[in-house]
């Protein structure tokens, strides 16, 4: 028996199709809001959700990926009443199972619900007997286990990858990953940089060339594509390809075959591809910088690896892996971390993610010397002035949100909130002027007359 | 931003090298040891730019059994081209780029250039 979630504010949908699941013989529940719906979520295992997109207190989009990235993982069937291609589009990608809009029959609504709980079964018994061996992938947030999920599910597989994510998320130790939970883990794993080269040079290098077949080309060379023949392919930074070679490569991807440049003869090659890029692919298209075909080609599965500030309680591991890692490197003691050290990580959003980590253990690791126990001082400078940063901003913005409320939680209205900001103000000219009538008015740029008309509004005096 | 070679010895091809990608600010190890005492210092940099020239294939051995350590460096690897052993183990590194002792080092210029451009501006 499943668990199913149905959010939704329209109470005879809700009803028709608590009915419906009952019958199938799952249990459910029913919430008519966002935020009780999303608080379900949150304290029981769902199997499945069943989310409308308005609702009276929100977009159901916008909880859609916090449902999926919570412990349990709910597949996430998309309801609206409103026919939204983008926002289809932004479900999908988002992670929903399935997209269904109002109105429609208990049969469009049942299909997804039975496809999601047979492909739920399918994975948790293929769990089971799946176990990957994991080289750099460190963390156990729910983020980064459904990667490892589809990686697990996708390693007897020859099916093209796209992996995207911001720089610095481990798009290549991934794609290494899961070339050596493949079949053909014991053949070569071969990289090419798209970004590096030149549209001349990805040719040669892609494909090979004959001797002669241009100037410096002065012996015959074998391209990468043939390189990894019966191994894997890694083309890393894809969205660099320029658009001439892209044709080529996608009649390479389709067919497996190819023809080096200045050759008469066309060449096989059974490789595996996997692309990455953390460029918006999509986007290129709709520029025309990207072929449509060859983005449908590269994402038959498709793995959307998180932001480190989206993995929750990884960040702790990960510092851990890397102390010991460069500890080792440098043959000395592992360091220990103190609380305030690890607050402090913890407290970073890492913009430059898990390469921005590493590197920023590396570099700790370095200014700590012989001490035996890491503190936020051994931080680098330019790292604990960006901490600082945020920090200060996450404060004032607590300090703005709260002054815009009373003590009631009532929003003030405008002049409330002038007077209360006056007062503030004139709090801190108190103190910073230090009962000089001059000084008051110079730091505040107001004349001595408007000063005192204010001290008397505010019942204060300038002797602080 | 550093470049950072491995070529144990000094010959015609690494003079080409030299010369042709014309940057002020490149350190120069001789040894395995001194490429890894160079790896270890932390640099400041993201990533690495580190060009390797191999011999033989025992140098290519030693340089596979360093690096398994160290997984962000952008590596281009100039290999020497009657060495079949040393090109059947270079995937081993997951360089960038890939060349032979014997090129002209245009492309090597060029692919510096752009990851310069690419990971560093």
């Keep these: ?188 794993f071969v990289v090419v940089d798209c970004g590096a080269m030149t549209e001349t040079l990805v040719e040669s290098v892609l494909f090979g060339h004959e001797k002669g077949a241009f100037t410096g080309a002065d012996r015959r060379r074998i391209g990468l594509l043939k390189t990894a023949d019966t191994g894997t392919l890694f083309l890393d930074e894809v969205g660099e390809l320029p658009l001439t070679i892209q044709r080529s490569l996608l009649r390479a991807i389709q067919e497996r075959r190819f023809r080096p440049v200045g050759g008469d003869k066309e060449i096989e090659s059974n490789f595996r591809l996997i692309a990455a890029t953390n460029r918006n692919l999509d986007e290129m298209v709709k520029k025309g910088l990207f072929r449509e075909d060859l983005l449908h080609r590269l994402r038959s599965i498709s793995i959307h690896l998180p932001p480190l500030r989206e993995r929750n309680g990884d960040v702790q591991k990960m510092a851990k892996y890397f102390i010991d890692r460069v500890c080792k490197k440098n043959e000395m003691e592992t360091k220990q971390i103190s609380l305030d050290f690890l607050e402090v990580l913890k407290s970073y959003s890492w913009p430059g993610n898990v390469r921005e980590l590493q590197h920023t253990i590396e570099r700790t690791i370095f200014s700590a010397r012989e001490i035996p126990v890491l503190y936020p001082e051994h931080l680098p400078v330019d790292i604990r002035a960006k901490i600082a940063k945020t920090t200060f901003s996450r404060q004032s913005n607590e300090i703005q949100k709260e002054s815009v409320a009373n003590d009631n939680n009532v929003f003030m209205t405008l002049k409330e909130y002038e007077n209360q900001f006056h007062e503030r103000y004139l709090t801190e000219l108190i103190s910073r002027a230090k009962g000089n009538y001059t000084e008051a008015c110079r730091l505040s740029g107001i004349s001595k007359s408007k000063l005192y008309q204010l001290l008397r509004n505010y019942k204060k005096t300038l002797k602080s | 931003m550093n470049i950072l070679i491995y070529s144990k010895q000094e010959d015609s091809d690494e003079r080409r090298l030299m010369k042709n990608i014309d940057f002020t600010r490149i350190h120069l190890c001789r040894s395995i040891a001194d490429l890894k005492n160079y790896l270890n210092i932390a640099s400041g940099e993201m990533r690495r730019i580190v060009i390797l020239i191999i011999n033989n294939h025992d140098e290519m051995v030693n340089i596979c059994n360093l690096l398994i350590l160290y997984n962000d460096l952008l590596l281009i690897v100039v290999i020497n081209q009657n060495c079949f052993k040393t090109y059947d183990n270079v995937h081993k590194l997951r360089p960038r780029y890939i060349t032979y002792k014997d090129s002209d080092f245009f492309d090597v210029a060029i692919v510096l250039n752009r990851m310069i451009n690419h990971y560093y501006l």
């Design chain 1, 1 to 188: 028996m499943a668990k199913i979630l149905i959010i939704d504010d329209d109470k005879e949908l809700c009803n028709v199709l608590s009915a419906q699941v009952d019958s199938l013989g799952h249990e459910v529940n029913v919430s008519y809001t966002l935020q009780e719906g999303y608080s379900l979520s949150l304290s029981e295992r769902y199997d499945i959700v069943f989310l409308d997109v308005c609702l009276p207190d929100g977009n159901g989009l916008d909880i859609l990926p916090a449902i999926r990235n919570t412990e349990y993982a709910p597949e996430v069937i998309i309801m609206t009443g409103t026919g939204d291609s983008d926002g289809a589009e932004m479900a999908i990608k988002n992670g929903a199972w399935d997209y269904i809009q109002k109105p429609y029959s208990l049969k469009q609504m049942t299909l997804p619900l039975i496809r999601a709980l047979d492909y739920r079964e399918a994975r948790s018994s293929g769990k089971e007997t799946i176990s990957l061996n994991l080289a750099g992938i460190i963390g156990d947030s729910q983020p980064i286990r459904n990667c490892l999920d589809i990686m697990a599910q996708t390693a007897s597989s020859d099916a093209n990858v796209l992996l995207t994510g911001e720089t610095g998320t481990g798009k290549e130790v991934f794609a290494l990953n899961m070339h050596r939970n493949s079949k053909r883990a014991q053949k070569e």
